[in-house]
Structure formats: C-alpha cells, structure tokens
C-alpha cells in the first residue's frame, strides 16, 4: 500500500515528520511505501541526516505550504504546489491510499469533501476522537468538528461511521452506542438530542445502548458517543488537557492518564469520505506522526472506508 | 439571618445533613438561624444524638417527602406537607432567607421558578457549576443543566448573572466573561455561538473577553464561561469525573484533583430568582451541607439576588 505523508504540515515540521517516518520504519514489517511531500530543499537533507533510506520512500516535491491562518478553500485553489494540495491529487488518482498531515485543518477537510468526496448517501463527513477508557478500553466519540449545527439524521449517520470504525480499526465487536446527553431517560435533553434518540433506538445496524452523561465517558457504558460538532469538540479538547492536569500536578507516566496525550493516539481520523484522511495536531511529534502511519496502514488494510460506503447503500 | 434546610433530600439524609449542620455550627460564628425541615420523628433524634443543640436551630415538621423519580411538578402540588413544598413556602412568606435542598432537582427547580419567581426581564433563571483552575483561583460556568437550547439573549443574561455571582460570591472583581467555543476566533461556532459573540461584545455591563475551548476550560483566560444548559451540563458532569479519574489512578489528596470534588463547593445555586436557592447533589456528605448553608450565608450577606435584579431592571 501506498501513504502519502505530509511532510510540511505542524508546527515542527518537517523535522518531526521525518522522525516519525523513521521510527514508523524501524518498527512496521508491512509492505507500506511512504509518499514524503514537501519541499524538497528541506526535506531531502533530513531524510538523509536521519538516514531514512528505504526503497519505500518517494519524495514528491511540493514547492509551496498552506499555512495555517491561511483561508482553507482560497489556500487549496490557489497553491495547487502546496504539500496538501498535492497529497489529495495523488489520493484523488489513487497513487496513494491514504493521506495525513498536520497542516491547516481547514484546508484537509475541503479537501477531503470536494477532491476525494462524502461517501453517497452521507450528509456530510465528520471527525472522530479517541476517548480512553478507565477499564483501558478505548472509546471514541464523533463528531468532534465539522458540524457545529447538526441534524438528527446526520447523528444517526455518525453512529453507522463510528459503530464500523470501532468495529474495524478499535477491534470492537458489537460495539455499544450512546449518545451524549444530560440525562439517562429517553426524552431527556435538548430538542436534538430529544429528536435523535428513537432514530438511535430504531436503527437495527447499531447496537444502541441509550444516553451517555457527562460522568459516564471515559466509563464502559459506550463504546461509541455520538453528539453534535460543537459539544464534541470541547468535550474531546476538555478530554486532552487532563493530560495536562495531570502533569501538572506531577503525576507523570501514569498509564492512563498518559493515554489522555494526543500523540498516543496520533491524529483523528476524518470518517465517511472514500478514503483515508487523517489529521494531525498542529503541534505533532514524532510518536504522533508515527502513530498516524500505523492508523493510516490500518485503515488501509480493514478497507474500513469502503465498509461504510457499503453500510451506506445497503440502506 | 434565616437559612431553610431539607432534611431529607440527599441519598443520605437526614443523617449527613445532620452532621454537615453540626459541623457549620462549630465554625461559623455569625447569627444564623437554621429552620431544619423534615420528619421530625427522624430528625429530632439525630439532633438528639449528634447534639445539634442550639437556640439558633428550629425543627419545623413536614410528614411528606418527594422521592427521587416523582414527576417535579405533579410531586409539588400534591405533597404540601414535604420538606421542599414547606421550604418554598417558607422562603416565598420570608420566614427563611435562603432555602438549600440535595433532593428532586426538578422540584426544586419548579419550587424556585414557580413559588419564588424569576427575577423581571430574566428570560428563564439557571444553574451554576464552580470550575477548579490550575492557578488555585475558582472559575464558574452556566447555565449547566436547566436551559438545555438557549437563544443567544439568555446566554448574554448568563453572563450577567455570573459576573454579578463571580464579583460577590467568588470575590473577583471585574470578573473576565468567555463564550465556550470551538475556536478562538469571533465567528467561529454553532449558529447560538455565532450569534451570541457579537450580543457580549457590545454588553457593556460585562468583561467579555472572547471564546474559550474546552481546551482553556481550566486554565485563566476566563472567570465565568458561558453555554447551553446542554453543552454546561456535559462539561459539568466532565469535570466532575476528573477527581474520580484521580482517585482510581491513586492520586489521593491532591490539592487541586480534590477541588473537583462536589463536596468541597457544596451544591449549585439558581441564580436569577429573587432569593437564593442551593441544589445538592444526590450523594451529599455531611461536608456538602457544610459548604451549602456556609454559601447559602455568603449569598444572604452580600445581598446577590437583589444585585442581579437591580441589573437587569437598570438595563
């Protein structure tokens, strides 16, 4: 398989990138050829400084970056030399399988919803989060971004998306469903919520458990939180400063609260587009490109995108 | 002063509200006067027992209690004689000065909007949650549960109400207002955060100073935050979790980890009524109640419910 890596996207780039490229090398034994792109003058000395020479690398030149206060739409038409704009030709023409970068956020969804496109049938696309699980399961919640404003069908559409991933990249099987919400009962929460919930307990695809509070996410109750853009993502940004709090207060290398650090799980992954776009932190290291390398031969590998545009047209 | 306590709402009452009394009269050294209201045939032996004797202490009967899952509403009409319906009428003929209950939230909820009534040109009073930050100060955040869809005037009434709680209550003068986002940037948002910002922007009785993300919930860019009751309860109930997440990782007696602790702030106040009203959560200890009637004094003394009023009628 083929990985087309960005390597001009975060905030220490390419030089994380290239470490990350390496120590994901020193450690895969899949057949995985790496598409480095960026600019050349820049990447080429570090490949070779670091001495990531494999026959499983191609550099492909991307002489201009987006940068991140750039406006996401204008930046993608304007720099067609640009890392981003490059990696989703090559993914849109299938010379690369997946995609990652750290780069403009923005421009890596318009890019992953107009050059690769939704999945038919879908809405629109969301992003997904990891949430750890005290029992040291781990969980994930969706949407986190794209839809601040949602409807209740496109929370039942995150629940098919998240319920295949658990599946396929979490090796959940069954994976139980909740949805985030103030209280236990059906019939609790605010007018999308209310609305939600017996579409959530209709759906026969999901294995839809009920109402997940505030108290219960990093519980076992759900495998799979659902909820609207907006909430997820302060939730998942709340989620990744106890990490934070943690170190703080000097309470360093505990497992789990370690497993609250965004590079331990590496990027998010952005669900129901046909292929594979994962986006990084601006502020990636090397373990965090590495393990959006492993993510991406994973979803590679399960084909877990073309299992859900199937979910899709099956119904 | 008169402070009105349930006695027997909490999973543990009346004893933890027995000895949380006991504990806030051995520190406190102000004239309160507690109308402790429950079944007295209960109440007074444990009075007895724990030797809460003072002038200052006045049982005052009521045979009935409102259990946890009675419709709110339906629950407060018919049962005259319960520890809630006699503490609002209490509070409603100014008998008692406050009134703090850890029973049916919802009751109380229609006990304070319905018998002590909204403060004038308040659109719907709400609910409060104090929010631990890393430098050792105290932040809040509302509405957390009672306005599940807001329209953007109620946020900007939130706001009032907490800079006038923060300044008397958290003793923070010109206390900072945040709009909890996802982004950083004005725009940025759901449709209520989009149309929000610019309604706080040009409030000039606040110090609004812009988006939080959940990311910034802890930290000091913002005293009071603002949101939904929906997204307020989940991040509520969120931070709750943290001191749970610290005790399972064996992290005991933090100084800040314990400040997540319900018990160490006591209970949340209705803000916007005409008189203060303090929920408990359901698992109250002896220290909560401790907390509650010492906040209850705090928010008689410095007179907030009068403030909030007197803003919104100046404006």
């Known amino acids: 398989m083929n990985i087309g890596l960005d390597m001009m996207g975060g905030d220490f780039a390419p030089l994380e990138a290239v470490k990350g490229l390496k120590k994901f090398l020193s450690v895969n034994s899949h057949a995985v050829t790496i598409f480095c792109i960026g600019d ?27 940068g991140y206060n750039e406006h996401p739409t204008k930046a993608l038409k304007e720099k067609q030399q640009s890392s981003i704009a490059i990696g989703f030709q090559l993914l849109a023409t299938g010379k ?21 496109k939704a999945i038919e049938g879908l809405i629109r696309p969301c992003v997904s989060g990891i949430v750890p699980k005290t029992n040291g399961e781990t969980g994930m919640i969706l949407d986190v971004g794209l839809n601040a404003d949602c409807k209740p069908e496109q929370l039942n559409q995150f629940a098919i998306l998240g ?29 999308l919520a209310q609305a939600t919930f017996p579409i959530l307990k209709e759906n026969p695809s999901i294995n839809f458990i009920g109402n997940i509070e505030g108290r219960d996410l990093f519980g076992t109750k759900a495998d799979v939180i659902v909820c609207d853009g907006f909430t997820g993502n302060i939730v998942l940004k709340m989620a990744e400063t106890v990490y934070d709090l943690a170190e703080t207060r000097n309470f360093h ?20 587009v046909a292929k594979p776009v994962i986006l990084g932190h601006g502020i990636s290291s090397a373990k965090a490109f590495t393990n959006m390398i492993q993510l991406a031969t994973q979803m590679v590998e399960t084909d877990v995108c073309a299992k859900m545009a199937e979910s899709f047209k099956a119904s």
Chains 1, 2 share one sequence.
């Open 40 to 66: 050349e003058t820049l990447v080429q000395p570090l490949l070779a400084e670091y001495e990531v020479l494999s026959p499983n690398i191609h550099l492909v030149h991307a002489p201009e970056v987006i």
């Open 96 to 116: 690369i399988d997946a995609f990652i970068s750290a780069g403009n956020t923005g421009a890596m969804l318009v890019g992953a919803m107009f050059t690769i």
């Open 163 to 191: 319920s295949l991933y658990a599946q396929y990249i979490l090796n959940i099987p069954n994976p139980k469903i909740g949805l985030l919400n103030v209280g236990e009962e059906e019939g609790k929460g605010n007018l």
């Open 253 to 272: 290398n505990d497992e789990y609260f370690n497993r609250f650090h965004y590079e331990n799980y590496g990027g998010s992954p952005v669900l129901g």
